[in-house]
């Protein structure tokens, strides 16, 4: 079993920089992939990007690359989301989640509550 807590969200200006993080309970954490995911108000839940149980690894949705970046510590538990460049457009709640990596791809059966992220013009 694995809870998670996301944090870090807030308002920040158009074009500004926001670091969220995604803590993690649990002594196996580091045997789980991660995904960020967000969901604007009235929009589907959207995948951001992920990244393997070692970090070795990272992989983002064609939208997000180059603006955000995933990283993790394990020792310390915790993946971090890094958003440069924001815009009001990336206005969301964004989630954390972990998982198992299968031969169909990532399967994330542990989820945040969420941490609400407002980009004003």
């Known amino acids: 079993q694995v809870q998670l807590v996301e944090s870090g969200g807030g308002l920040v200006q158009s074009g500004g920089s926001l670091r969220l993080s995604c803590a993690a309970s649990g002594r196996t954490f580091s045997s789980y992939v991660v995904g960020w995911f967000r969901q604007a108000p009235g929009k589907e839940r959207e995948f951001v990007g992920g990244i393997s149980q070692s970090g070795g690894r990272t992989w983002y949705a064609d939208s997000m690359k180059g603006r955000f970046t995933i990283s993790r510590d394990n020792a310390k538990n915790t993946v971090y989301l890094q958003m440069n460049s924001l815009k009001p457009e990336h206005t969301a709640v964004y989630y954390c989640?972990?998982?198992?990596?299968?031969?169909?791809?990532?399967?994330?059966?542990?989820w945040g509550q969420g941490t609400q992220v407002t980009v004003s013009s």
């Open positions: 989640a972990a998982g198992l990596l299968l031969a169909t791809g990532a399967r994330y059966d542990y």
